[in-house]
């Protein structure tokens, strides 16, 4: 069902993004998404990999703070009005959105949203019944 | 239980008198065996004659860590190297050494010193102890060890390193005190634990630490892993090594040895002697060494002194747990900030790793604090929410012990730097155009 989504601190420090791209790159770590939010002090590098525990054991190894953690990957076709269907069907699951970062796929005529909320299982559930299509682990790679 | 009743339980007018007496003595002796300080009694104008009551001690010039370098390796000699029966030699984390010879007078009265403080921390002739201290130039090993012979308890000079050894020479020779760092002590506990014997068959009850400060949650840690009774003792090499004040069973402050060493409390920025009971640099002078007398020693260690009687009968004046040191305390707008009060807190939070670095800054006119730390919980990264509530515990609870805001930045585990020996842990760019 979730996806496994790495999360990573990285410190405002130029050159610090390089060498964590660096390290997967070694690693043959393919990132499959991401994106990057930060504060004044540090920013949270959010990435979906083809192996996400390859990523996170070769970070470690480098003394980077990685974290795993569950987010939902939902495939919709890109017409007008279907990011509101994902929203409003979470909204009445009760699910609050922490975050969430969309790419689009233009050849296949599709938008990729990926969205971390407080019980992936439930957001899940609720889009499947809306009729969205949620892809699992195996899906993405 | 005391090793020499008499003096240790001795009145304090008393007391007071043998000091002046002994201080006189030591300013006559400085003056008349070793040159730099003729040269500095000289500009200062004083002699021991001029000295009438203990007050006095305040015309006296101080004594430096920076002296004792500058007149490496014997400079600071009172006799020729045919009376010294021992040398040792400090770390010396930056620069050279600093290097201090004993008589054989020198050494009765270490190990007398000593024998006083085990005996007041408990220890009989019925021990069985093991020193955990690194034997060799450092002067904690052989400084407790002889004080521990005098008294005529059965001394395992096991020294430091394999641990593993010493944890079966513990079990197999009953021992029953333990010298140690009160690091080592935690870590030995750790090692016991990881191997195959239950705690039942070692028999510590008693634990004679020092050499580096404790916190009251280490001592509390190290009590409960070996089910002892831990105190902490208080010297250093130039001094003589430890043996100048240590903690009675009542663990109430540390007991100095008043007769051999006379404490003060200064202010370290004015060097003004403060009043009983304040806080300040503690200055030594030691009362009657021969192989290097010192004036007035700057211990650079912070602390205050406690008069009133003690419970266990001693008389000679109690220093509480150093706080710090004068070197590493910065004052930011006007409040005086030790790095000891950041780790006190620091170390209970345990999302974050204890390690931090320091960063002072001007701003316009206002001074700032930074405190760096390494966020080691990885659960709270993908949140900021999370991050930024955990920087605003640290935040609090930093301003509650310091009485200062600061700002509170967390970086990647293990970013920070480590240290082997003292950590440098303060950047001041205060002074930086």
């Known amino acids: 069902m979730a996806v496994k989504q790495i999360s990573v ?133 | ?58 015309y006296i010039p101080m004594t430096t860590k920076a002296d004792l370098r500058d007149n490496y390796p014997f400079g600071l000699f009172a006799v020729p190297k045919k009376e010294l029966v021992r040398i040792h030699a400090s770390s010396g984390t930056t ?14 009265m270490w190990s007398d010193c000593m024998a006083r403080l085990v005996m007041a921390a408990g220890a009989t002739a019925e021990d069985v102890v093991q020193i955990s201290f690194g034997y060799g130039m450092f002067t904690g090993a052989l400084g407790l060890h002889y004080g521990l012979e005098k008294i005529g308890a059965t001394v395992v000079p096991n020294s ?50 020092g050499s580096e400060g404790c916190t009251p949650e280490m001592r509390w840690q190290i009590e409960a892993a070996w089910g002892l009774f831990a105190t902490d003792n208080y010297g250093m090499s130039e001094l003589m090594g430890p043996g100048v004040s240590g903690e009675c069973s009542e663990r109430d402050g540390l007991h100095f040895n008043e007769d051999y060493f006379l404490p003060e409390i200064i202010n370290p920025e004015t060097g003004e002697v403060l009043e009983p009971g304040e806080s300040g640099e503690l200055v030594i002078t030691p009362l009657t060494k021969e192989g290097i007398p010192l004036l007035r020693y700057r211990t650079r260690d912070i602390t205050r002194l406690n008069y009133e009687p003690c419970r266990c009968g001693r008389t000679h004046v109690r220093m509480d747990k150093v706080q710090g040191r004068s070197d590493d305390m910065l004052k930011i707008r006007g409040v005086n900030v030790f790095p000891s009060q950041i780790e006190s807190v620091l170390v209970t939070i345990p999302q974050i790793s204890p390690h931090y670095q320091l960063i002072v800054r001007r701003e316009g006119f206002t001074d700032t604090l930074e405190v760096k730390s390494e966020l080691e919980n990885r659960n709270l990264l993908d949140s900021f929410v999370k991050i930024q509530e955990l920087q605003g515990v640290i935040k609090h609870k930093l301003q509650t012990v310091l009485g200062i805001q600061c700002k509170v930045s967390l970086v990647g585990p293990k970013t920070l730097q480590r240290f082997e020996g003292k950590a440098q842990r303060i950047v001041d760019l205060r002074n930086q155009k």
């Open chain 2, 160 to 209: 430091s390193g394999n641990t593993e050894k010493a944890l079966m020479y513990m079990r197999d020779f009953g021992t029953t005190a333990l010298v140690a760092t009160p690091s080592y002590a935690l870590y030995m506990a750790e090692v016991a634990k990881e191997l195959d014997y239950p705690m039942s068959d070692y028999h510590l009850r008693l634990g004679l630490f």
């Open chain 1, 9 to 141: 601190f990285v410190e405002n420090q130029v050159g610090k993004l390089a060498e964590i791209a660096d390290y997967l790159n070694e690693a043959g770590v393919n990132i499959r998404a991401f994106a990057i939010s930060d504060t004044t002090d540090f920013g949270i590098l959010r990435m979906i990999v083809n192996d996400p525990e390859k990523a996170e054991e070769v970070l470690l190894e480098n003394h980077i703070s990685v974290s795993i953690i569950d987010v939902m990957v939902v495939s919709i076709p890109d017409e007008q009005g279907n990011f509101a269907k994902i929203m409003r069907a979470l909204a009445d699951a009760g699910q609050n959105i922490e975050y969430a970062y969309a790419f689009l796929t233009p050849e296949a005529g599709f938008a990729t949203v990926i969205v971390r909320v407080d019980d992936p299982q439930k957001g899940t559930d609720a889009l499947k019944t809306a009729g969205i299509r949620v892809l699992e682990q195996g899906e993405i790679i």
């Open chain 2, 1 to 58: 239980m005391f090793f020499q009743k008499e003096i240790e339980t001795m009145g304090r007018k008393e007391l007071e008198a043998l000091q002046l007496e002994r201080l006189k003595w030591t300013v006559d002796y400085c003056y008349r065996n070793v040159p730099f300080y003729t040269k500095r009694l000289d500009e200062a104008g004083v002699t021991a004659e001029k000295i009438k009551s203990l007050k006095d001690i305040q």
């Open chain 2, 95 to 108: 620069g050279k050494p600093t290097v201090v010879g004993y008589t054989r007078k020198d050494l009765d």
